[in-house]
């Protein structure tokens, strides 16, 4: 990833065809040492192509790939008659519902925002 990277910040720099050199001297700007192995497969993959060209095919590649569950519909409804009676008691199942959810974390003996 970091390759790509630097390879990509030498194309925004106005480097249309970032040799190793280029990019190793980026990297080497913030103290990451290049992989020559990678740094020659990506100069190989990209020979000949323009950057905007191999973008462009990744975003209609990823278009085609399944994103998220698609999980059914919504759930029901209840019946229109209930009033705010109805509404009150959902708000305290979901009450209820979210403390397990608090104590389950603090079980784990870390949070993520913490």
Do not use: Q
């Amino acid at each position: 990833m970091r390759v790509i990277s630097a390879y990509l910040l030498a194309v925004l720099g106005g480097n249309e065809s970032p040799n190793a050199d280029d990019i190793k001297t980026i990297l080497d700007s913030v103290s990451i040492e290049a992989d020559s192995e990678r740094v020659d497969k990506l100069l190989s993959e990209l020979e000949g192509k323009s950057i905007e060209e191999v973008i462009s095919a990744g975003v209609s590649k990823l278009a085609s790939v399944p994103a998220g569950g698609g999980g059914g519909g919504g759930a029901a409804s209840g019946g229109g008659g209930g009033g705010a009676a109805g509404g009150a008691a959902a708000e305290k199942e979901e009450e209820k519902k979210d403390e397990p959810e608090e104590e389950s974390d603090e079980d784990m003996g870390f949070s993520l925002f913490d």
